[in-house]
């Protein structure tokens, strides 16, 4: 039995097979993994769709529906009701609270997988995941046939490799929507800024309306004050005379006899 017949019957191909046969072994295990899990009560799927650290998980729409990214349209479709179903609030009435979040997780995956640019994000993120661990296998041999080592590393056991791929891949998409939390928060704090900035321009334009509007108003008043000022200082230089000393009398002396 050849290593593609092996694979098409679940069996594992040797250590000396390539990277795309450990991916497409990988896939095969995935698809029989989601055939069982597809069996799995209203309770286990609501635990695996809020499982610690689901708010990671849950962020490839693959992994939430359990699906092939390589799946038809119409396959997403069908898996979206059975699996929508199995956790709605409404078959699982002892639970609500918690199915509401699952039903949420999926309904959300679904609508992305929906969108053509989510979706390609979605798979391009995928396949950055398995690209990165292939480049990593290769420079690790690399490094073993310079050491004069055999060349296996733990990524040949297709399980190892399957379980690289998952976790590579479930850190870029915590990275990217790190990341975008990061460009939300500045774009946030940028248009807060820039609306602080916007009303205080107005508030200052409105104060300098206001002074502008009282100065008008009581530009007359101050006119015929000043007007009166300069009337009174006139009318006072005319009316001042000259200042007069008094001399005092001449006091006579008296004569005695």
């Excluded at 290769?138 to 055999?150: A, I, S, T």
Aim: hydrophobic residues 30%; aromatic residues 8%.
């Amino acid at each position: 039995m050849n290593e593609a017949e092996m694979a098409a019957a679940g069996g594992e191909p040797s250590a000396q097979s390539g990277p795309d046969d450990l991916f497409n072994h990988f896939y095969t295990e995935v698809k029989q993994i989601e055939k069982r899990d597809s069996v799995l009560t209203s309770k286990q799927q609501i635990d695996r769709l809020l499982r610690p650290g689901s708010s990671y998980f849950n962020l490839n729409p693959f992994e939430v529906l359990q699906i092939d990214p390589e799946a038809t349209d119409e396959e997403l479709k069908k898996r979206f009701r059975a699996l929508s179903i199995l956790v709605h609030p409404d078959k699982n009435q002892d639970d609500p609270d918690r199915a509401q979040l699952a039903f949420e997780a999926v309904d959300k995956a679904y609508k992305n997988l929906l969108e053509p640019e989510q979706k390609k994000r979605a798979v391009d993120v995928i396949q950055a995941g398995r690209e990165y661990v292939e480049h990593n296998m290769k420079e690790k041999k690399k490094q073993l046939k310079k050491d004069g080592k055999p060349q296996f590393v733990e990524e040949d056991d297709p399980e190892m490799f399957r379980q690289a791929v998952y976790k590579q891949t479930m850190k870029l998409f915590a990275e990217l929507e790190i990341k975008r939390k990061e460009r939300e928060a500045k774009d946030m704090h940028e248009r807060k800024r820039a609306r602080e900035e916007e009303i205080e321009t107005a508030e200052k334009a409105k104060r300098e309306r206001e002074w502008q509007k009282n100065f008008e108003e009581t530009r007359d008043g101050r006119v015929d004050s000043w007007r009166s000022f300069q009337a009174g200082k006139g009318k006072a230089k005319k009316e001042k005379k000259p200042r007069s000393f008094l001399k005092p009398p001449k006091v006579k002396m008296e004569q005695r006899e």
